[in-house]
């Protein structure tokens, strides 16, 4: 390609919530590959916002049946304003 720029497979996109300091746990709610982006980027909004929505809830209930990580679920929940019960 000109100017020496190459294709390369797109990265895998992640949204993460995070805490303020480094030492605290970081919680994965969503993770995309770039089929599944391309997907969601030909969907409608409110189709793609729904599809989003929904795996991020799941994950989050996931993550709240684990001990370690269920205070971290909660709080990133009530943020989103998702409901886990």
């Known amino acids: 390609m000109a100017g020496g720029m190459c294709a390369r497979?797109?990265?895998e996109r992640r949204s993460s919530f995070a805490?303020?300091?480094?030492?605290?746990?970081?919680?994965?709610?969503?993770?995309v590959t770039s089929e599944q982006f391309e997907i969601l980027?030909?969907?409608?909004?409110?189709?793609?916002?729904?599809?989003?929505g929904e795996k991020i809830s799941l994950r989050l209930h996931s993550l709240s049946l684990d001990p370690a990580r269920?205070?971290?679920?909660l709080i990133a929940a009530r943020k989103l304003g998702i409901d886990l019960d």
């Open 9 to 11: 497979k797109a990265p």
């Open 19 to 31: 805490g303020a300091t480094q030492n605290q746990q970081v919680i994965t709610l969503l993770s």
């Open 41 to 52: 980027k030909e969907s409608g909004y409110e189709h793609a916002k729904s599809i989003v």
């Open 70 to 73: 269920r205070d971290k679920a």
